[in-house]
């Protein structure tokens, strides 16, 4: 059965480093194929893909965030990590963890809880 | 950017009715357009992979047809545990983005 679970700070202040970490259970970060993604989703909107890492460390993050994004893996701990740097309110949203598939040409068949992270001034 | 657009925005049905959602990409997505369902405090859940494959434990009640750039959704004899909102996805060029959504609501 795999879980995937976000954890970190609910709060992070204006203009600091919002961390998250999602822990998975059931599967190895480092089994092929798959690629483990972040996205988030503004309160009432729509969702956004934020990137994904894959393949041992490779990334690849959305135009719009990718000069404050980084995601990262830890395959000691079997979890993998986003940091969004010089927050501001626009990046209050709750943030997913999720592992894409290339068995099911890339589409996210599991996702964590979700996480709400609001940026408070 | 590939953008998506899905139509309508929301819509009102009554149990056991066939709705069809669209989802229309700016360009080509192939067939590598997804289909998610979401309720309320929930994470979405993947109904339909690559534009027609239902998804592992998924209703049979839900269908995806379409290549290209059109896309459907159709949901047949709508129960009452599928008023939700309806997200596509393109996963055929990053960054891989998703529709805005449909709110299928009780009439």
């Known amino acids: 059965q795999v879980r995937l679970q976000e954890s970190g700070p609910g709060l992070v202040e204006s203009s600091q480093t919002l961390s998250l970490t999602c822990s998975i259970s059931g599967v190895s970060i480092n089994s092929g194929g798959y690629y483990w993604n972040w996205i988030r989703q503004h309160p009432g909107k729509g969702l956004e893909w934020i990137g994904y890492t894959y393949y041992g460390g490779n990334t690849y993050y959305t135009p719009s965030l990718k000069s404050r994004v980084t995601i990262s893996e830890d395959s000691s701990k079997n979890l993998f990590s986003l940091r969004l740097t010089s927050v501001t309110a626009a990046d209050t949203a709750v943030y997913y963890c999720?592992?894409?598939?290339?068995?099911?040409?890339?589409?996210?068949?599991?996702w964590g809880q979700g996480a709400l992270v609001t940026v408070s001034s | 950017d590939v953008q998506l657009t899905q139509s309508p925005s929301s819509l009102s049905a009554s149990v056991g009715d066939r709705v069809t959602l669209t989802c229309r990409a700016s360009?080509?997505?192939?067939?590598?357009l997804n289909w998610y369902q979401q309720k309320p405090g929930r994470a979405p859940r993947l109904l339909i992979y690559?534009?027609?494959n239902l998804y592992s434990g998924v209703p049979s009640r839900f269908s995806g047809s379409g290549s290209g750039a059109d896309f459907t959704l159709t949901i047949n004899g709508l129960r009452p545990e599928d008023f939700a909102t309806y997200f596509c996805q393109q996963s055929y060029s990053g960054p891989f983005t998703f529709g805005p959504g449909t709110k299928v609501e009780i009439k």
């Open positions: 999720a592992r894409s598939a290339g068995d099911f040409g890339n589409s996210i068949d599991y």
């Open positions: 690559s534009a027609s």
């Open positions: 360009q080509s997505v192939s067939f590598y």
